[in-house]
């Protein structure tokens, strides 16, 4: 219904910075939240920051003043910007959007980008 194609990942050296971009298309009528997870190796997927439609932020502790995350409405993206890269941030970032069309609610996962920082 929804399709999400992530791009941006890649290796980094710590301290440096990456930029990952989801587009979502397919049967919206609406975006509310905007999101983006990421799972470690042995660990459970928790959320990095997410953005409503009214532009509301909310960040991990872990990532607070090191990442950004926005939107363009228009074109129906999220990016989050990452900076001061550490290599704790190494991890699988997948991008979550919640849609709304014709009476349902929708909520979609993208296929995952990896992220490596290296020490």
């Known amino acids: 219904q929804v399709q999400l194609v992530e791009s941006g990942g890649g290796l980094v050296q710590a301290g440096g910075s990456l930029r990952l971009s989801c587009a979502a298309s397919?049967?919206?009528?609406?975006?509310?939240?905007m999101g983006w997870y990421r799972q470690a190796p042995g660990k459970q997927r928790e959320l990095v920051a997410a953005?409503?439609?009214?532009?509301?932020?909310n960040y991990a502790d872990s990532v607070k003043g090191r990442f950004t995350i926005s939107r363009d409405n228009a074109e129906n993206t999220v990016y989050l910007q990452m900076n001061s890269l550490k290599p704790e941030d190494t991890a699988v970032y997948y991008c979550?959007?919640?849609?709304?069309?014709?009476?349902?609610?929708?909520?979609?996962w993208g296929q995952g980008t990896q992220v490596t920082v290296s020490s």
């Open positions: 953005i409503t439609s009214g532009g509301k932020r």
């Open positions: 979550n959007v919640k849609t709304y069309y014709s009476g349902t609610y929708y909520n979609s």
């Open positions: 397919g049967r919206i009528f609406s975006i509310n939240a």
